[in-house]
């Protein structure tokens, strides 16, 4: 796809200081721009490369001032980033604006399906599904049957979206995501062996969630594994049956979550965070990379360490502990110092 500077400028109501028919076709870092490229200046410390770039195309704000010959065409806006921003959406939009259904590709005829929908190929539509409008679901994705999907979802390839699921409007789902497998549940028996015990339950997605890729979700045991509006998962997390996590919370890759928790709103948890099952983390609670939470959290809390503790009482026991070899040593000397009696 190419672009002349004219239609920039249109898009992000920016002026030009140049060439208005300069085409670019694809994005740059200001220092690595190329002919054909579009690029942005927003940092000052990255002033000097706006005389050095040979991207076509550069983004400035609307206060910048050259001080030598520049053979790049500029487009000046109120913010530089905020607009670079704007552009990355409209261009994504574009990039992805695909429809129509591709073949080979498997849909129940007891399925429905919205208007404006994109189903690639090999992809498979299970019996009673239903596809809101403006759906957009990749190749090799799975959607199993009896699974609801809102409007305005995107579901990349290779994901697979298990029965009884519900996904809520505006949600984005990565590659290789699975929603709704079962929940890790066994019985022990006397003889050592495990029982299965069945996983009937189901997921339920609101509204504008995103989704990693490679991230699981599993199915309730009885009831629902819920994720409300807004959540944001990366990549490579694992969220156990009948779990529950608040509106709009955000968790960082390769977190694990244990059954039956219940995770409040406008939570941050970091990676590599392990939560223990059947406990609750309140609202608005920071919990740092690497911290291992085996118990119920108040509500804006920070927490630190495995197991957790305070996120500030974390760091001044770090500082000791760093320290702790020269605390042995300085305790050494005071006891050789004292003196000895008979019974010590």
Same mark, same amino acid.
């Given at each position: ?130 596809? $809101? !409008? #403006?759906?957009? /679901?990749?190749?090799? &994705? ?6 609801? =999907? +809102? @409007?305005? %979802?995107? *579901? ?107 995770? $409040? !709103? #406008?939570?941050? /948890?970091?990676?590599? &965070? ?6 609750? =983390? +309140? @609202?608005? %609670?920071? *919990? ?57």
């Amino acid at each position: 796809m190419k672009f002349t500077a004219q239609q920039i400028a249109d898009i992000l109501d920016g002026t030009i200081e140049g060439n208005p028919d300069a085409e670019v076709h694809k994005l740059s870092k200001i220092e690595e721009g190329k002919k054909g490229s579009l690029t942005f200046l927003s940092n000052p410390k990255y002033t000097s490369y706006i005389y050095q770039t040979e991207a076509s195309i550069c983004i400035v704000n609307n206060s910048f001032e050259n001080t030598q010959p520049i053979a790049t065409t500029l487009i000046k806006v109120e913010d530089s980033y905020e607009a670079f921003s704007k552009l990355l959406e409209v261009y994504n939009q574009i990039k992805l604006d695909k429809k129509g259904v591709e073949t080979p590709s498997s849909i129940s005829e007891s399925a429905v399906i919205g208007e404006n929908i994109y189903i690639g190929a090999f992809a498979f539509i299970g019996e009673n599904a239903t596809l $809101g !409008k #403006n759906v957009k /679901i990749y190749p090799n &994705v799975y959607i199993g049957d009896n699974v609801t =999907i +809102g @409007d305005y %979802v995107t *579901i990349f390839p290779g994901s697979k979206i298990y029965s009884e699921t519900q996904i809520g409007s505006h949600c984005t789902i990565h590659s290789g995501a699975i929603i709704g497998a079962d929940g890790f549940g066994f019985s022990p028996s006397d003889n050592g062996e495990y029982s299965k015990i069945p996983q009937i339950g189901n997921v339920i997605i609101e509204d504008h969630v995103d989704i990693g890729a490679g991230t699981t979700i599993d199915r309730a045991t009885l009831g629902s594994t819920i994720i409300r509006k807004g959540v944001k998962l990366d990549n490579q997390i694992q969220i156990a049956h009948n779990v529950e996590i608040g509106e709009h919370t955000a968790i960082a890759a390769q977190t694990g979550i244990a059954g039956s928790t219940k995770v $409040g !709103k #406008n939570c941050l /948890i970091g990676g590599q &965070v392990g939560v223990a099952g059947h406990i609750k =983390i +309140g @609202d608005r %609670v920071k *919990i740092q990379a690497q911290t291992g939470v085996g118990r119920n959290v108040k509500d804006d809390e920070a927490i630190q360490g495995s197991p957790a503790f305070g996120y500030s009482d974390f760091n001044k026991s770090y500082v000791h502990f760093r320290n702790f070899p020269k605390i042995v040593n300085r305790l050494d000397n005071i006891e050789k110092q004292l003196p000895k009696d008979e019974n010590n």
